[in-house]
């Protein structure tokens, strides 16, 4: 009987020793959790700025291509046309 009983106290301490070891793995686990997710979050962060930078370095670069003058007024005047046209409309839309 007593062989019984003490198979089943070192059962019960192996079982709690387990218990115990459950419960440090799901703490851990949680935590790895909440990292990743900060990571996540700051991997998008990161290739949102990414895309920003992209933007403004291809706004910048066509902004400093050199465009040839007379093309440049071509494009000034057919815009300054345009906006008279538009003008035009709007004031035919308001009698």
């Known amino acids: ?21 459950h419960a440090t793995l799901q703490k851990e ?25 992209q933007s403004k370095l291809t706004v910048a670069m066509m902004n400093k291509a050199s465009i040839d003058p007379v093309e440049r007024e071509n494009w000034v005047k057919q815009i300054d046309q345009y906006l008279k046209e538009i003008d035009h409309c709007i004031n035919n839309l308001n009698p």
């Open 1 to 21: 009987m007593s062989t019984i009983q003490s198979s089943i106290q070192g059962l019960q301490e192996k079982l709690q020793l387990f218990i115990k070891q």
């Open 29 to 53: 686990h949680q935590q790895l959790l909440t990292k990743l997710s900060q990571k996540e979050e700051q991997t998008l962060q990161l290739e949102q700025q990414l895309k920003d930078n």
